[in-house]
């Protein structure tokens, strides 16, 4: 998974790269103005990164739907204070 989030990375910073030097839209040879396939390239690509962002729980919304597991917290000697936890290791 995190080789297909760098490669839809790359993707997305190339095509990004593209469409900042020659613009989104090119005049096709019959004379019409076309959207630069680079358009698309960008969009999948970072529809493809969001979804991988998501199953890394790269996005607050997906950090804050993340069920972990309890395990015993070293606290600094301060914030042990200032919660009222003896030891400095708190109990789950």
């Keep these: 998974m995190l080789a297909g989030f760098c490669v839809s990375c790359s993707w997305w910073r190339r095509?990004?790269?593209v469409l900042l030097a020659q613009g989104t839209v090119y005049v096709?040879?019959?004379g019409k103005l076309e959207t630069r396939p680079?358009?698309?390239i960008a969009?999948?690509?970072g529809e493809q990164m969001n979804a991988f962002a998501?199953?890394?729980g790269l996005t607050p919304a997906s950090r804050?739907?993340?069920k972990l597991s309890p395990v015993n917290e070293v606290i600094d000697p301060m914030e042990?204070?200032?919660r009222g936890v003896e030891d400095g290791v708190k109990r789950t």
């Design 15 to 17: 095509s990004q790269e």
């Design 28 to 30: 096709s040879l019959k």
């Design 38 to 40: 680079e358009v698309m």
């Design 43 to 45: 969009k999948i690509a």
């Design 54 to 56: 998501v199953e890394f």
């Design 64 to 66: 804050a739907r993340m």
């Design 80 to 82: 042990a204070l200032l």
